[in-house]
């Protein structure tokens, strides 16, 4: 199957809905609180609106077929400071292939090499080891955890916080 990136486009609503609608424990912590056809094209228009703010680089990770199965985004991209929070999910079914960590280096390639962004902070649960290493593969280095800062479902969890900057080593792969 050849994956790639590209920009969301408006009729990838049904597409976006549909993966809501089989998201498990790990992605729904990922997706708007309206996981309905209309949730998703309400993500859709305001992603468009953030990245015309130049606020947000949202791209969809596709399949051969050009349907997506995930995502990779910077957001609070901030321009006086050079920084921009960085998230990605997948898809369940699109799990396990190195797309995500694929996606997340090509995005972190275009933020520093094409927008100018100095440093890029992402985090992930310490109960995730999948999420971290898909960060550590695109060279992100841990700087810290927070105790107990998240909270899903009634249960608290801590995040470790990871960064990368534009003069760090650029990680191989694809």
Do not use: C
């Amino acid at each position: 199957m050849d994956e790639f990136l590209r920009r969301w486009r408006r009729d990838d609503a049904a597409a976006l809905a549909e993966i809501y609608a089989r998201a498990d424990a790990d992605l729904l912590s990922n997706i708007p609180d309206d996981p309905s056809l209309t949730g998703a094209q309400e993500w859709l228009e305001g992603t468009r609106t953030a990245e015309a703010g130049g606020s947000t680089v949202a791209l969809a990770i596709v399949a051969g077929d050009h349907t997506p199965v995930g995502n990779v985004m910077a957001t609070a991209i901030d321009g006086k400071h050079s920084t921009a929070w960085i998230s990605y999910w997948l898809a369940p079914d699109a799990r396990g292939q190195g797309l995500a960590a694929a996606g997340l280096r090509s995005l972190v390639d275009h933020l520093h090499d094409e927008l100018g962004v100095y440093r890029l902070e992402l985090g992930y649960r310490v109960n995730n080891p999948a999420s971290a290493a898909v960060a550590e593969s695109a060279g992100f280095i841990v700087e810290g955890r927070q105790r107990a800062r998240l909270l899903y479902d009634g249960a608290r969890y801590d995040p470790e916080e990871s960064a990368r900057l534009a003069g760090d080593p650029r990680p191989q792969g694809p």
